[in-house]
């Protein structure tokens, strides 16, 4: 698999034919709770792999049938997936099939009505997060309120690396993104057209917490 260039480097679009297939599919009006939650898990899973390219590795010794020896690991427990609630649930739990040593992060947010800003209510991160590789999953980068507010708050506490990875996002959501925090690597499976009025992506999918958890 492997991700498309865009003008940012900095930001990755995972073109891959099973992403985009299964995305389109979970677009759909009439596509059913349990259908899209089950799509969103495969996606995740898929996009899994992309986000976790350059996971460090270490070297142990094995016995194979035939003989001694040196052969590669990844160490899960180095990387924390950080889920922004409560739609960011419907990704973590594909990210964790793949890799399921990986320690969890939640914070909890709400974007106010009125100013679309984001508010936080919830935060637990597990310990010694300067040794870790941190990956923010949330299904939508939309006004990119929420994405900023929560790797602002993950980077008080230091850790090695943040990447942000969303199903859908949009050019604005992007800007605001980057332009509080140009070091965040994002991935997306796409990138919509535009916001609107009530900072909902177009064409979109629609709510995507709604859709997963059928709050609709």
Excluded: W
Aim: a neutral charge; charged letters at 20%; aromatic letters at 6%.
């Amino acid at each position: 698999m492997s991700t498309s260039n865009h003008p940012d480097p900095h930001v990755h679009l995972v073109d891959h034919p099973l992403v985009q297939h299964k995305l389109t599919l979970m677009r759909k009006k009439e596509a059913s709770t349990n259908s899209f939650r089950t799509l969103l898990n495969e996606i995740s899973m898929l996009m899994a792999y992309e986000v976790t390219r350059d996971m460090a590795m270490q070297e142990v010794e094995i016995e194979t049938p035939l003989e001694t020896m040196t052969a590669k690991v990844i160490d899960g427990k180095k990387l924390v997936f950080v889920s922004i609630l409560r739609a960011g649930t419907g990704i973590l739990d594909g990210m964790l099939t793949i890799v399921p040593g990986a320690r969890v992060g939640h914070i909890g947010l709400y974007r106010d009505p009125k100013t679309l800003q984001a508010v936080e209510y919830y935060f637990k991160m597990p310990q010694d997060m300067q040794e870790r590789d941190v990956v923010v999953v949330d299904p939508m980068l939309a006004t990119g309120n929420s994405a900023v507010a929560a790797v602002t708050r993950i980077k008080q506490l230091q850790p090695k690396s943040i990447k942000f990875v969303c199903l859908l996002t949009c050019p604005e959501g992007i800007a605001t993104l980057r332009k509080a925090h140009p070091d965040v690597q994002i991935y997306t499976a796409a990138i919509d057209r535009q916001l609107n009025s009530h900072g909902y992506i177009l064409p979109g999918l629609g709510d995507a917490g709604d859709r997963i958890f059928g709050t609709q």
